[in-house]
RNA sequence: GGGAGCAUAGCUCAGCUGGGAGAGCGCCUGCCUUACAAGCAGGAUGUCAUAGGUUCGAUCCCUAUUGUUCCCACCA
């Protein structure tokens, strides 16, 4: 019996095992071939810092359900993984090991020790999450797996950044940038996380010189007064005219400085009067560049005052605003505070209040960069799924700084610019120069700084196919197909690819962004390492099966939006599995020994008409054909969620529910030719519905794939005689089934679904009367035209599944007995009778209910026809359906009166 | 300050271009029926946030309102 499932579902005994079979045959890769198409994701490159989250289980999964599918669309499908050398994220996450380690900074270390620490943990961590990868089960190419800071990476960011250079578009500028205190470095725009808080304004006078009333200025930040370079009052604000041009005296500090006409302050706000710190916001610097102000820092890059602030030098920024204030009110300068919210900004890595700081640093010209990723976007040319999320996108590159690209950190990629130290010369090239082109000076040294991690992130999609060399594999999968990462990122990467992808390659890096949302906890709050609320996907793939968790995954959301983690939707995604399991079980033992499996499989070469099959067969085959349609075109439209519900619904309510119980008598018969087709068919179609959940399961269904004996995956259902010409392979390098009109049974189906109408009647009333299931009843049927022969050519089902003894068909209504109940459907009336078990009152309430229901259809119908507007302008068919539907409803509705009446004369 | 999403059964959420409201979990009743109790059969439950509008017809389209979540933002 080695061809029969193990008795229980236990994905721990195939899931790895699977996976590894798959990975030693090549299975996951992708080889150049001109002859079919490519199918391209990059993997978004999971940070090297931690291990694998939910949000990665999500994002991963929908990306190997695509990949899976489109693999056995017969696309030539390659999912490149790798990693991301997070350098900032990474760097802090170091530097925190070796502290708590050793109790030493990166410092005492110095940078090329810091460094062999850093590519230590890369390898541990980095190894760490592609074993976990592995575990989800996701189908990507290992063999191209890629790092950030790997060569092929490193040459890619260095052309990038000399390209960029030559062309003008990177530049080295002195310029106010967000600086973080703690993580020592300074950010992009992005990287800075604004919150609204809850701070104050102070009002401080600024004595006039040479006496009389000063000027008031409102600040959030009196600390940053040390730096301020003038007053800044509207041009038109009557209450200052007479000030500007002269001058006012900074208090404590007793310098004076200038009063000056700026369109920037609004009268309205405030005094009306602005301080002006030109090294530390960034309305003040423009401010100071239009009248050439001096722009004077007094905050050190370590956030303690500097030499500027005096007495406070050395004091923490906050801890200096706390004594000045104290001062400022003493010496009555504080005019007064007002509470008021604050926008704050913070890093985005260690959540340190940003300093505005004046540096060297390097930066991206976004301007000309942003205009060609917009109008792809525009133009339709990238698309969005959901199409919302390209307002995210527009909004981002039409209100586009510049990008400041140098990051004062060790970890990540140097930058390839490079100082004389004699001439001062500046050389950005690709290979390091030797001596100094101007003055030939060998005393070259190369930039201290790296690079933003963003910078190397945005090649991702062609460095990892070998840009910038005119690689095979670069010119046969690029451009990729789908992005899929979450709403998050949108700013941080998906942009930056669109403009890096269109400057360096000159196109679009993937047609579609397939955007989600974030896992969050079965409350609804964000997962966090600080609320300790997150939920380790390897845990649940220990508990349930990876299978399991993705089915979860998939089901239940819809696109961009969140979803919450409930442990309940993955144990009922694990039920589902189990019921598969089980119901492949129950196939695989009914197919009987080699030579029945070769009887049964031989059907398969057969014309469909000369196959035997019956009505039943035909109508789960219909059932199936239709399931191809609606999935592969939800999968076509991205609509994961939707495919995996109709796979489930057909494997759980179609298949299992009714197909298998149809069947269960022929297996169980002795009529070897129907029992031939019974399995023939059910071996068949359990077939393709694997195929249709492989995406989603890829596990269970390779398993149980594994069982099926060899001839089945050689046959197939398709009408016509073109079968799959291959030998038995994996599942996952099968082919997806084909819709065939062919396969549409209308009659069977309405001849199958009138039996199973009639079964769930019968089950209602035995239900109502509370008859034992055991017990085995009677039932008279009273009908004619077409619904007879239908229930003539369906009796054995109704007696099998409705547990019936006896089937008679009557006349007229004198032929009953007095003790019987009653159901109707359209055209059929059921009786059972029941002797002893009958309960008048319950019947006479059940009828009543059924009869009720009838007259609110009944009415809502007829107030519909009765609307003259309905009539003249719905369509003819709606029009149509609905009169019948009203003379059926009617029909019925008599036919329960009648009933009623009958019950009601019994129950007096 | 600007923008977006969400509001549907007790809970978590589906609902594809407007034409009789769905699933899972939970709940009630009855079943260990030879694939499956991780199961089977039957059942109950909704002014589809509110108010208008468009339409023959609105959970779906438009407007406003309320509640809620999120994103963006250099206004002292």
């Given at each position: 019996m080695e061809n029969i499932l193990a008795k229980n579902y236990a994905p721990k005994e195939f899931e790895d095992r699977l996976y590894e079979s798959w990975e030693e045959s090549g299975a996951f890769g992708a080889i150049v071939d001109q002859d079919k198409k490519p199918y391209t994701i990059v993997m978004p490159p999971p940070n090297i810092t931690g291990q694998l989250h939910m949000g990665h289980a999500f994002d991963h999964t929908l990306q190997d359900v695509l990949i899976r599918w489109k693999r056995m669309m017969g696309y030539n499908a390659l999912w490149i993984p790798g990693s991301d050398h997070a350098s900032i994220a990474t760097e802090v996450k170091v530097a925190d090991k070796i502290r708590e380690e050793e109790g030493k900074t990166k410092e005492d270390l110095g940078r090329e020790e810091f460094l062999r620490r850093a590519w230590e943990w890369k390898d541990t961590y980095g190894g760490k999450i592609t074993r976990q990868i592995r575990r989800l089960g996701n189908s990507c190419d290992w063999s191209r797996e890629r790092f950030t800071m790997d060569a092929g990476c490193n040459a890619a960011v260095t052309e990038s950044f000399v390209r960029l250079y030559e062309k003008g578009l990177i530049y080295r500028g002195n310029r106010l940038i967000n600086w973080c205190p703690s993580c020592g470095t300074s950010l992009s725009d992005a990287e800075v996380e604004h919150e609204e808080k809850t701070g104050k304004y102070y009002y401080i006078n600024y004595p006039a010189v040479g006496g009389g009333s000063g000027i008031v200025v409102a600040t959030s930040r009196p600390e940053t007064m040390f730096g301020d370079t003038a007053v800044a009052v509207h041009p038109d604000d009557e209450r200052y005219k007479d000030f500007v041009g002269k001058k006012v005296i900074l208090p404590i500090v007793n310098i004076e400085i200038p009063v000056i006409a700026d369109?920037?302050?609004?009268?309205?706000?405030?005094?009306?009067a602005v301080k002006i710190t030109p090294a530390h916001d960034p309305n003040d610097f423009e401010v100071g560049e239009r009248h050439q102000l001096g722009k004077p820092t007094?905050?050190?890059?370590?956030a303690t005052m500097n030499a500027l602030a005096g007495k406070y030098e050395g004091l923490d920024r906050y801890a200096c605003r706390k004594a000045l204030l104290k001062e400022l009110d003493e010496k009555g300068y504080l005019i007064k505070t007002e509470d008021k919210e604050i926008a704050i900004g913070a890093c985005y890595r260690c959540d340190t209040v940003i300093e505005p700081m004046l540096s060297d640093q390097w930066f991206v010209s976004m301007h000309e960069l942003a205009e060609p990723a917009i109008e792809k976007a525009l133009s339709k040319e990238l698309q969005h799924i959901p199409d919302r999320f390209e307002k995210t996108y527009l909004h981002w590159l039409t209100n586009i700084r510049d990008w400041c690209i140098s990051r004062q950190l060790w970890w990540g990629h140097r930058i390839p610019a490079y100082y004389c130290q004699d001439c001062g010369e500046i050389v950005v090239a690709r290979v390091a120069p030797v001596i100094c082109p101007r003055c030939g000076s060998s005393r070259i040294k190369q930039d201290e700084d790296v690079l933003d991690t963003w910078f190397s992130s945005a090649l991702w999609p062609f460095s990892t196919l070998g840009w910038p060399e005119k690689t095979e594999d670069l010119d046969y999968f690029y451009p990729t197909d789908v992005l899929v990462t979450g709403y998050d990122i949108i700013f941080f990467w998906v942009v930056r690819m669109v403009f890096s992808g269109l400057e360096m390659t000159g196109e679009l890096p993937f047609k579609y962004v397939y955007v989600h949302g974030l896992v969050r906890d079965a409350e609804g709050r964000k997962m966090s390492k600080s609320l300790g609320n997150g939920v380790d996907p390897i845990e649940v793939i220990d508990q349930y099966g990876a299978d399991a968790l993705r089915f979860m995954l998939m089901t239940g959301v819809s696109p961009g939006n969140d979803l919450k983690f409930q442990i309940d939707k993955v144990e009922a995604s694990r039920n589902f599995a189990n019921k598969l399991w089980n119901a492949s079980r129950f196939v695989l033992m009914t197919l009987g020994d080699d030579a029945e499996i070769l009887a049964a499989m031989s059907l398969g070469n057969l014309p469909m008409a000369e196959r035997g099959l019956l009505d039943e067969d035909k109508w789960m085959l219909s059932q199936l054909n239709c399931c191809v349609q609606e999935i592969t075109t939800n999968l076509e439209k991205f609509d994961l969620s939707l495919a995996a519900q109709k796979i489930y619904e057909l494997i759980w309510n179609t298949y299992c529910d009714w197909y298998i119980e149809l069947v269960k008598a022929r297996l169980y018969g002795s009529d070897e030719k129907d029992k031939a087709v019974a399995r023939y068919n059910l071996v068949i179609v359990l077939k393709d519905m694997l195929k249709m959940l492989h995406p989603f399961m890829p596990f269970i269904t390779e398993e149980i794939w594994s069982y099926l004996p060899k001839a089945v995956s050689t046959i197939s259902i398709e009408s016509n005689e073109a079968q799959e010409n291959r030998k038995i392979d994996f599942l996952m390098r099968s082919q997806w089934p084909i819709y065939d009109?062919?396969?549409?049974?209308p009659e069977e189906t309405s001849k199958t679904e009138l039996i199973m109408d009639m079964i769930r009647a019968i089950r209602n009333v035995r239900a109502e009367a509370e008859a034992a299931p055991s017990k085995k009843l009677k039932l008279m049927i009273l009908s004619s035209g077409k619904e007879l022969a239908f229930i003539q050519s369906g009796e054995r089902h109704i007696k099998n599944l409705a547990n019936i003894i006896e089937i008679s068909y009557i006349q007229?209504?004198?032929?009953?007995?007095?003790?019987v109940m009653s159901s109707v459907i359209s055209n059929v009336e059921l009786f059972i009778p029941l002797d002893d078990l009958l309960d008048y009152q319950a019947e006479f309430e059940r009828l009543s209910r059924e009869s009720n229901k009838m007259k609110v259809e009944i009415q809502r119908i007829q107030d519909k026809l009765a609307n003259q507007g309905f009539l003249a302008k719905a369509p003819a068919a709606i029009v149509e359906e609905e009169k019948a539907k009203c003379s059926n409803y009617e029909e019925m509705l008599a036919k329960i009166s009648e009933r009623l009446t009958m019950v009601g004369k019994k129950l007096v």
């Open positions: 369109e920037y302050p609004d009268p309205e706000k405030g005094t009306g007094c905050i050190n890059l370590d009109a062919a396969l549409a049974f007229d209504k004198s032929q009953l007995p007095d003790e």
